[in-house]
C-alpha cells in the first residue's frame, strides 16, 4: 500500500463544474496536508495546505481533512479549462522539517 | 523576487558517469529539499538540507548525495549513473518547516 494515494484520473469534468478530487493516506503522524498543482511540463506549485481536521476555503478552492478518516481532498469550484493540470497531494510529519510523501497525482481534465 | 534556479536544465549522460546539479534558493530561504519526479515513482524525496546540514533523506542508495553552501545554495550530485536515474530532479526552497514549498522548473537528466 502507497503512503498517499491517489486516483490517477483522468477526472473529466465540464466548465463551470465542481471538480473533487481525493487523497488517502496511511501514516498517522501525518500533521500537515498539502495540495500541488502541475501543469504539463512545468513544476508544482503550492495551492492550498490545511493542517486541522474540517474546510479551509480559498477563492474558487477548498480543502477538506478528516483525520479519523485518513482522508484529504480538494473541491474546485467553477472549474475552467485552466484548471486542468495534475493534482498532487503531499503530506508532512510533524518535526519532519520540509520531507514530504506526495501521492501519485490526480489529473484534471476541465472541458469547455 | 527571484524564484529557485536549478542549472542545467537539461542534460546527458552515459551509465557510469557521475553528475552534479545545482539549486539556487529564493533569497532568505534556508531550507533546500530535492525530489526526484519519473512517470512510475512520482515525486520521491531525496534530501533537505537546512544551514549547511542534511536534515532528512529518503530511500535512495548512496550514489545520490548534496550539500549546502552557507549561502544556502544546494548541489546534489549522483555517481556511477544507472539508466533508472533518468528523472527530472526538483529542487525546492522553503523559508519555513511545514512543506510548504517552491520549486524550481528542475534539471531533466537523461542516461543513456
Same mark, same amino acid.
Given at each position: 500500500?502507497?503512503?498517499?494515494?491517489?486516483?490517477?484520473?483522468?477526472?473529466?469534468?465540464?466548465?463551470?463544474?465542481?471538480?473533487?478530487?481525493?487523497?488517502?493516506?496511511?501514516?498517522?503522524?501525518?500533521?500537515?496536508?498539502?495540495?500541488?498543482?502541475?501543469?504539463?511540463?512545468?513544476?508544482?506549485?503550492?495551492?492550498?495546505?490545511?493542517?486541522?481536521?474540517?474546510?479551509?476555503?480559498?477563492?474558487?478552492?477548498?480543502?477538506?481533512?478528516?483525520?479519523?478518516?485518513?482522508?484529504?481532498?480538494?473541491?474546485?469550484?467553477?472549474?475552467?479549462?485552466?484548471?486542468?493540470?495534475?493534482?498532487?497531494?503531499?503530506?508532512?510529519?510533524?518535526?519532519?522539517?520540509?520531507?514530504?510523501?506526495?501521492?501519485?497525482?490526480?489529473?484534471?481534465?476541465?472541458?469547455? | 523576487?527571484?524564484?529557485?534556479?536549478?542549472?542545467?536544465?537539461?542534460?546527458?549522460?552515459?551509465?557510469?558517469?557521475?553528475?552534479?546539479?545545482?539549486?539556487?534558493?529564493?533569497?532568505?530561504?534556508?531550507?533546500?529539499?530535492?525530489?526526484?519526479?519519473?512517470?512510475?515513482? +512520482?515525486?520521491?524525496? /531525496?534530501?533537505?538540507?537546512? !544551514?549547511?546540514?542534511?536534515?532528512?533523506?529518503?530511500? &535512495?542508495? =548512496?550514489?545520490? #548525495?548534496?550539500?549546502?553552501?552557507?549561502?544556502?545554495?544546494?548541489?546534489?550530485?549522483?555517481?556511477?549513473?544507472?539508466? +533508472?536515474?533518468?528523472? /527530472?530532479?526538483?529542487?525546492? !526552497?522553503?523559508?519555513?518547516?511545514?512543506?510548504?514549498? &517552491?520549486? =524550481?522548473?528542475? #534539471?531533466?537528466?537523461?542516461?543513456?
Amino acid at each position: 500500500q502507497k503512503e498517499v494515494e491517489q486516483n490517477s484520473g483522468p477526472l473529466s469534468v465540464p466548465e463551470g463544474a465542481i471538480a473533487s478530487l481525493n487523497c488517502t493516506y496511511s501514516d498517522r503522524g501525518s500533521q500537515s496536508f498539502f495540495w500541488y498543482r502541475q501543469y504539463s511540463g512545468k513544476s508544482p506549485e503550492l495551492i492550498m495546505f490545511i493542517y486541522s481536521n474540517g474546510d479551509k476555503e480559498d477563492g474558487r478552492f477548498t480543502a477538506q481533512l478528516n483525520k479519523a478518516s485518513q482522508y484529504v481532498s480538494l473541491l474546485i469550484r467553477d472549474s475552467q479549462p485552466s484548471d486542468s493540470a495534475t493534482y498532487l497531494c503531499a503530506v508532512n510529519r510533524d518535526n519532519a522539517g520540509n520531507m514530504l510523501t506526495f501521492g501519485g497525482g490526480t489529473r484534471l481534465m476541465v472541458k469547455p | 523576487k527571484a524564484g529557485v534556479t536549478q542549472t542545467p536544465r537539461y542534460l546527458i549522460k552515459t551509465r557510469g558517469q557521475q553528475v552534479t546539479l545545482s539549486c539556487s534558493p529564493i533569497s532568505g530561504h534556508r531550507s533546500v529539499s530535492w525530489y526526484q519526479q519519473t512517470p512510475g515513482q +512520482g515525486l520521491q524525496f /531525496l534530501f533537505e538540507y537546512f !544551514s549547511e546540514t542534511q536534515r532528512n533523506k529518503g530511500n &535512495f542508495p =548512496g550514489r545520490f #548525495s548534496g550539500r549546502q553552501f552557507s549561502n544556502s545554495r544546494s548541489e546534489m550530485n549522483v555517481s556511477t549513473l544507472e539508466l +533508472g536515474d533518468s528523472a /527530472l530532479y526538483l529542487c525546492a !526552497s522553503s523559508h519555513r518547516d511545514g512543506g510548504e514549498l &517552491f520549486f =524550481g522548473e528542475g #534539471s531533466r537528466l537523461t542516461v543513456l
